[in-house]
């Protein structure tokens, strides 16, 4: 049971780039979340799915966009890289909505630098 | 009032003290809090948890104390262990209808616990 997989762990990437971050998960949760998490700064809901072909944007959503066709996959999009994207991000997944229910799991994190 | 604010930002303890991490929030409509630990290099996984119908909650070494009329909560962890050194989030959430139940994260506690 692999939980949340998450590609690359690291990128560099040059201003005006575009790159997907990947994520997976083998769980059957219908909740699906991308994170970016900054120094000092906690983390900071980027878009989140409520189930596949449904999507929503977060605090942080300008410059990324996410699809999920299928429950396992929420992959996150950069088309423009800049500077401002430089972080660590996070997906994560969870079974339900009631408080316990929501427990996040985590992936390891992407680790991405923008040039 | 989506904040969380959690203090400190860093905390150095010796190995069998007691470490104290605070957090505070404005939004009333918060009805799960939960502690996210996190290791260098891994994604944030779920410590421990409490709601607000209790004002105490202790699993093992660690304890939520909840005060709702302060709209504070802190995590305490009592005999502190090298092992612990991580960073400690505290998170609030509530259900929103017809939204998924976002959690709503403090800005972390880096935790270093000497020998």
């Known amino acids: 049971n692999a939980g949340v997989t998450q590609t690359p762990k690291f990128r560099i990437l040059k201003i005006g780039q575009s790159m997907t971050l990947q994520c997976t998960q083998d769980m059957n949760h219908n909740y699906m979340y991308w994170y970016r998490q900054d120094p000092g700064m906690g983390l900071k809901l980027i878009y989140y799915s409520v189930g596949a072909g449904i999507t929503d944007k977060g605090e942080v959503p300008n410059g990324y966009n996410v699809s999920r066709s299928t429950t396992e996959d929420f992959p996150l999009r950069l088309e423009l890289a800049a500077p401002s994207q430089t972080s660590v991000y996070f997906c994560?997944?969870?079974?339900?909505?009631?408080?316990?229910?929501?427990?996040?799991?985590f992936g390891a994190g992407s680790r991405l630098t923008v040039l | 009032q989506q904040q969380v604010k959690q203090s400190p930002q860093s905390l150095i303890v010796q190995k069998g003290g007691i470490s104290i991490i605070n957090c505070a929030y404005e939004n009333t409509a918060f009805d799960y809090f939960p502690w996210y630990q996190q290791f260098p290099g891994k994604g944030p996984a779920l410590l421990i948890a409490?709601?607000?119908?209790?004002s105490e909650k202790r699993e093992g070494r660690f304890t939520i104390s909840f005060n709702k009329s302060a709209k504070q909560f802190s995590l305490h962890i009592m005999d502190s262990q090298p092992g612990d050194s991580a960073t400690y989030f505290c998170a609030a959430s509530s259900t929103v209808t017809g939204s998924a139940r976002q959690l709503t994260f403090g800005s972390g506690t880096q935790l270093t616990v000497l020998p």
């Open positions: 409490i709601r607000p119908d209790v």
């Open positions: 994560a997944s969870s079974y339900g909505l009631r408080a316990g229910a929501n427990v996040l799991t």
